[in-house]
């Protein structure tokens, strides 16, 4: 029988970090890093307000969270390289970015109060779904449209398994 001492030694070696200190670092760059606010920009009231309760349902049930970014492009809305250029995706010319018609991406109606709140933002605008995947199992969904040379809306990060 082990003593509580080499029991112990084993947990503490079994626990120990393997990347040579750079396991915060590790972690901290699998985190998506996407821009949904722009400095000095305001998410409107309507849909900071209803971010408060709404949260994607996936394999971790996320919470949505307001998005405003500047955007001078034509009439419309971003194509799929704007768009990752905006969010600061990593490589935008190559980023998988799906734009989506809000019916067929909330097939079930989940989401009526959200999408709501951001046509009320932009006074009835067009309003998309643009899907980002960042990985094999982690993608973002934003629920967009254009207002006042910006982009409003929400988005949350979604673990599909």
């Avoid at 079994?14 to 998410?43: C, F, L, M, T």
């Avoid at 969270?65 to 034509?74: K, P, Q």
């Avoid at 704007?82 to 980023?95: D, G, T, V, W, Y």
């Avoid at 643009?130 to 449209?145: G, K, Q």
Wanted: with cysteine; hydrophobic share 35%.
């Amino acid at each position: 029988m082990a003593s509580d001492e080499d029991y112990m030694a084993f947990l503490n070696k079994a626990n120990e970090d393997v990347s040579g200190g750079s396991g915060q670092a590790a972690a901290q760059s699998s985190k998506v890093q996407s821009k949904a606010v722009d400095s000095g920009a305001e998410v409107p009231k309507e849909i900071r307000e209803v971010c408060r309760d709404a949260f994607y349902v996936s394999d971790t049930d996320e919470q949505f969270e307001g998005v405003s970014l500047r955007w001078n492009g034509e009439d419309g809305l971003p194509d799929e390289v704007e768009f990752a250029k905006l969010i600061n995706h990593p490589q935008p010319s190559n980023a998988e970015v799906e734009i989506m018609d809000p019916t067929d991406w909330d097939r079930k109606g989940q989401y009526n109060k959200l999408l709501e709140a951001v046509r009320q933002a932009s006074q009835g605008n067009d309003v998309r779904v643009y899907r980002v995947t960042w990985d094999r199992t982690r993608v973002e969904y934003w629920l967009i449209t254009r207002a006042d040379g910006q982009i409003v809306g929400a988005k949350a990060l979604a673990v599909e398994s």
